[in-house]
C-alpha cells in the first residue's frame, strides 16, 4: 500500500472531488493526509476514506485543535530546521508584527508535521502549489525531505492576465528538479503553451501602470476604514484584546493597518517617481536590465537560495563592464496590487521602505527607470536581462536575449543550453564578460525544453483529466 499526502489542492470543490475520486481508484493508493480549502465539505464525503482532512486557513482557537500534539521536540531537530523555521517566520512576517507568537505556531507545527511522518509510512508527497512557507508547505515538505519521502510540487514560471505557465518539480533532486512530462501531456491544436507565447508580447505591450478604479481604491482604503481607525484609536488596550478575541482570525489585515500602509505606499510610490528617470536609449547603448521582483513574493522567500535583490545588483555592478550601465525598474504590483489584495498592505513596509531606494542608489552604474517604461521596450533594449525568475526572462529569451537566472531551480529556462544560471560572483564575472565580446544566444532548444516540461492553466481546465495524470505519473517515478 502506497501511503500519499496531498497538499494545497485550491482547485474548486468539484474538480477536488473528482480529483480524490481518480485518486482513490488507483489500486494500493491511500490518500493519509489532504490539504483543502474545501475541508469541511470534503469531510463529509471522503472522511472515512482519508485519516486527515486539513484546512490551509483557520481561526485561531482552530490553531491547536488542528496542530495539537505531543511530540518529544529535541533541540537537535529544532538546529536542523533553522532554514525551515526562516522560511515560516518570514511568511507570518506578512500578516503579523508578534515574532514570538509567529516561532510558538512554528515549533508546535514543526512537532505535528515530525509526528506525522514518523508514525505514517508515507511513499509520496504531491503538492498542487508553490511553497510560501506556510505551516502546512514548507514544514511538511521539508521534514519529508529529510525523511527521504519522494517529493513532487507544480511550479508556476510565468504568468499573465490571460494564463499561467507551471512546471512539474522534483522536491528531492537538485539535479534534476524538473521532470519532463511530455509523455502524459494530450494537447489539443498544439495546446496551450502556443497560445500562452502569443499572447504574452500583446499582454506587456498594452500593459498600463496604475490603479484600474484609484477612486474605489482610496473610498476603500482611506474612508471605510475611518470608524475602525477611530475606535482603534480611543479604544483602551482591554478593548481591543477583546475585539482581537471576537474576530478570532488567525491571519488577519485590521482596518487601521490597511488604511496606514495604503498612505505609507503613495509616498512610497512618490519617493520613485522623484528618483527614477525615463531610459536614454540613444546614450546608454550598453544596458543589462534588472527586472525586480514584487516583495514580499514566493520567489524572494522561500524559494530563491539569494533572497536579497540589493545583493544581487552590487554583484553585477562589480562585474559590468566598462561603459555599461544597470537599469532597475520596479515591478508594478509593488505599488498597485493591493487594488485587488488589500492583504498585501499588511507589513508592507518591511519589504519596501525609503531605505531600499537609498541602498539601491548607492551602487555604482546604476539608474532607476520610470515604473510607466513597458519591459518589452526595456527587454529589446538591452544587452541581457537578469531577474531571479519571472515572465520578464522568458520575453527576453523569445527576443533572442541573453539571460542571467539568480533563481536556482525556480525557471526552466535553466535547462537552455544558453542561459546563464548564476550560483557565484564568478558566474557572474563570466557571463558579463561574454556578453561583452557580443554573446548572442539562438535558443534552438527553447521549443522542446517548453514542450516537454511546461504546461498551462487552460491545459489544466480543459482536460480535467489533467491533474490525475501527472499525480499517476508521480507514483511511477
Known amino acids: 500500500m502506497k501511503n500519499v499526502v496531498c497538499l494545497g489542492h485550491s482547485s474548486e470543490l468539484r474538480e477536488t472531488k473528482e480529483f480524490i475520486k481518480g485518486v482513490l481508484k488507483i489500486p494500493e493508493v491511500k490518500i493519509s493526509l489532504f490539504v483543502t480549502p474545501h475541508s469541511k465539505e470534503i469531510k463529509k464525503e471522503f472522511q472515512d476514506k482519508i485519516d486527515f482532512i486539513l484546512p490551509p486557513v483557520f481561526k485561531n482557537d482552530e490553531f491547536e485543535s488542528i496542530y495539537n500534539n505531543n511530540y518529544n521536540l529535541t533541540y537537535e531537530q529544532i538546529e536542523s530546521f533553522r532554514a525551515t523555521q526562516l522560511k515560516v517566520e518570514h511568511y507570518f512576517h506578512r500578516y503579523q508584527i508578534n515574532r514570538g507568537l509567529a516561532s510558538y505556531r512554528y515549533f508546535v507545527a514543526l512537532g505535528f508535521w515530525?509526528?506525522?511522518?514518523?508514525?505514517?509510512?508515507?511513499?509520496?508527497?504531491?503538492?498542487?502549489?508553490?511553497?510560501?512557507?506556510?505551516?502546512?508547505?514548507?514544514?511538511?515538505?521539508?521534514?519529508?525531505?529529510?525523511?527521504?519521502?519522494?517529493?513532487?510540487?507544480?511550479?508556476?514560471?510565468s504568468g499573465n492576465k490571460n494564463d499561467t505557465l507551471y512546471t512539474l518539480n522534483s522536491y528531492n533532486d537538485v539535479k534534476e528538479n524538473f521532470l519532463n512530462i511530455k509523455e502524459i501531456k494530450e494537447y489539443e491544436n498544439g495546446g496551450g503553451i502556443s497560445d500562452y507565447i502569443k499572447t504574452l508580447a500583446k499582454d506587456k505591450a498594452n500593459y498600463q501602470a496604475g490603479m484600474k478604479t484609484p477612486f474605489r481604491y482610496f473610498f476603500d482604503t482611506q474612508i471605510k476604514t475611518l470608524s475602525r481607525i477611530l475606535i482603534h484609536s480611543l479604544s483602551t488596550h482591554k478593548i481591543q484584546y477583546l475585539y482581537e478575541c471576537r474576530k478570532n482570525q488567525f491571519l488577519r489585515v485590521p482596518k487601521f493597518e490597511i488604511a496606514k500602509q495604503a498612505r505609507f505606499i503613495k509616498k512610497l510610490k512618490k519617493l520613485y517617481d522623484y528618483l527614477s528617470v525615463k531610459p536614454n536609449f540613444n546614450e546608454d547603448k550598453k544596458i543589462i536590465y534588472y527586472s525586480l521582483h514584487m516583495e514580499p513574493e514566493a520567489s524572494i522567500i522561500p524559494r530563491a537560495v539569494l533572497n536579497s535583490q540589493l545583493f544581487i545588483i552590487k554583484m553585477l555592478s562589480h562585474a559590468l563592464p566598462k561603459d555599461y550601465v544597470i537599469y532597475v525598474k520596479e515591478h508594478p504590483d509593488q505599488f498597485f496590487i493591493y487594488e485587488n489584495n488589500k492583504g498585501f498592505l499588511c507589513n508592507i513596509n518591511h519589504y519596501r521602505d525609503l531605505s531600499f531606494y537609498w541602498q539601491l542608489k548607492q551602487i555604482p552604474n546604476v539608474k532607476i527607470i520610470d515604473i510607466n517604461t513597458s519591459s518589452l521596450q526595456l527587454v529589446k533594449n538591452s544587452k541581457a536581462v537578469s531577474t531571479i525568475a519571472g515572465t520578464v526572462l522568458l520575453e527576453a529569451v523569445l527576443l533572442k536575449k541573453p539571460i542571467l537566472i539568480f533563481g536556482k531551480n525556480l525557471s526552466v529556462l535553466e535547462l537552455l543550453k544558453e542561459s546563464f544560471t548564476i550560483c557565484s560572483q564568478n558566474e557572474v564575472n563570466f557571463a558579463l564578460e561574454k556578453i561583452k565580446q557580443g554573446f548572442n544566444p539562438e535558443y534552438k532548444d527553447l521549443n522542446q525544453i517548453l514542450d516537454e516540461y511546461c504546461f498551462t492553466k487552460s491545459d489544466l481546465t480543459q482536460n480535467k483529466k489533467f491533474l490525475l495524470n501527472i499525480f499517476k505519473y508521480c507514483l511511477k517515478i
Do not use: P
Open 114 to 157: 515530525l509526528n506525522f511522518f514518523e508514525k505514517n509510512d508515507i511513499k509520496l508527497v504531491f503538492s498542487t502549489e508553490i511553497e510560501h512557507g506556510r505551516l502546512f508547505d514548507s514544514i511538511a515538505l521539508d521534514v519529508a525531505k529529510s525523511k527521504k519521502i519522494a517529493i513532487y510540487n507544480i511550479n508556476l514560471i
